[in-house]
């Protein structure tokens, strides 16, 4: 007897416990620590995979915005993926995202983003590869900054309000992310056992202006660094400096490189300490790795917020969405598949139709995506992605796309 499939909107009284099951078979909490998810289901937009009556596969989103240069676009972040021991390989989370980001589509997102768990599951989704993120461990004692000249204030998971606008207001870059539910950050707060912040609130209001949110750690794990948020580099040295004090007691620090920031600038013998640690549970290293993808769910819109500072380019793109192939007929949104006239330059746009006269990109969504973020130039992804054309062309949008490389900023 074939399995009865439903895909549907989530209902909290009627699925909670199967989707907080589905949670914990697949490792990713504790049954006795499943506040955290709660958090995350009463701030989000969730989505089930209903087989034979009960919820077996689990998407969340949640909305948010991302920033093109000066320009911030409608965002959604898939929060969550997961499905449960007996709904395996029935391509049940990839139809299910697929549902989730053409609603979110939809209802206005631009651009869309996750965390991916492997290389090529979400591509079939339509999602490119983001650029890599630099984690850097280092003995605290190394930092070449002062000391704080004042004592940070404690934080805890009952500031989750106050630590979320802190991180709505940092340092903006190119690619940030900002997701908007104060209730994702008291999510995110919930999930480390014993996870604490040190801050300091400078706001003309007493508002929280530049913090860290840590995770101790367990046994002889690095101490990690979640995140920072800061408004100006003097808040930043600040908090390198509180990271510095810590150094009596702390003898590795893991973090993320913050956006524009180079850690190395700020160790003393990185290298020398690079060798005298290695393979020692306190090791000094860096590692770096492409975790995040995204990609354009409106390429009108987005185009229409490129403000390019060279160009006009114009050429047609024949552009390749695989979304649709999963989508259910009755879905209005069915990816951005098609064939455009674009231009790219001060002011950027795009039209449905091919302009003879031009030459053309051949790209499916990941790629072009890609392109448009400044993750990769168009001549590399010519060899390595889905993405071809003249040349003369490529060359063309390699010199013109010459733009910060992308970093949300935040994790998902």
């Known amino acids: 007897m074939e399995d009865s499939i439903l895909l549907r909107r989530y209902n909290g009284q009627r ?16 049954k006795d620590r499943l506040a955290p998810v709660e958090a995350l289901l009463e701030t989000s937009s ?8 009960q919820a077996e596969t689990h998407v969340t989103t949640v909305p948010g915005s991302v920033r093109y240069l000066g320009e911030e676009l409608p965002f959604s972040c898939v929060a969550s993926v997961m499905t449960s021991r007996i709904a395996r390989k029935q391509g049940l989370a990839s139809r299910l995202t697929a549902k989730a980001v053409a609603a979110e589509a939809a209802e206005g997102a631009m651009v869309a983003g996750l965390g991916m ?23 605290p004692a190394q930092l070449r900054v002062d000391a704080p000249a004042r004592s940070p204030r404690r934080i805890t998971p009952d500031d989750w309000n106050a630590v979320h606008q802190s991180r709505l207001s940092r ?8 997701l908007t539910p104060p209730g994702v950050t008291r999510s995110e707060m919930l999930c480390p056992k014993d996870g604490f912040g040190l801050g300091y609130y400078d706001g003309p209001g007493g508002e929280l202006t530049h913090h860290l949110w840590c995770q101790p750690p367990e046994r002889a794990d690095p101490f990690t660094v979640n995140w920072m948020a800061w408004r100006t580099g003097e808040q930043f040295l600040e908090l390198m400096g509180v990271i510095k004090s810590l150094g009596d007691q702390v003898r590795a620090v893991e973090m993320r490189q913050p956006p524009g920031m180079q850690m190395q600038d700020l160790l003393s013998q990185p290298f020398r300490f690079r060798q005298l640690t290695a393979k020692s549970k306190y ?3 860096a590692s770096a790795s492409a975790y995040w993808q995204m990609r354009i769910c409106d390429l009108s819109g987005c185009l229409a917020a490129t403000h390019l500072s060279a160009g006009p380019v114009r050429f047609n793109l024949a552009l390749t969405d695989p979304i649709e ?3 259910e007929p009755d879905i209005s949104w069915r990816g951005i598949s098609g064939e455009y006239a674009v231009c790219l330059g001060g002011e950027s746009a795009c039209s449905l139709g ?9 790209a499916s969504v990941g790629a072009f995506t890609r392109l448009w973020m400044g993750v990769l130039p168009a001549s590399a992804l010519a060899v390595t992605d889905d993405l ?25």
Not at 15 to 30: M, N, P, Q, S, Y
């Open 46 to 53: 969730s989505w089930v995979a209903e087989v034979n009556g």
């Open 117 to 139: 768990f492997e290389q090529g599951f979400y591509n079939q989704i339509g999602f490119g590869t983001g650029c890599e993120e630099v984690w850097i461990t280092f003995d």
């Open 388 to 412: 071809s054309g003249p040349p003369e062309l490529l060359g063309m949008l390699d010199s013109l796309l010459v733009i910060p490389r992308p970093h949300p900023d935040w994790d998902f």
């Open 171 to 178: 340092k903006p870059c190119h690619g940030m992310c900002n």
């Open 283 to 285: 090791e000094a290293k």
């Open 354 to 362: 091919r302009d003879r006269s031009l030459p053309t990109v051949t």
């Open 325 to 327: 192939r999963l989508l």
């Open 15 to 30: 699925d909670k416990e199967a989707v907080l099951r589905t949670w914990r078979e697949v490792g990713w909490v504790d």
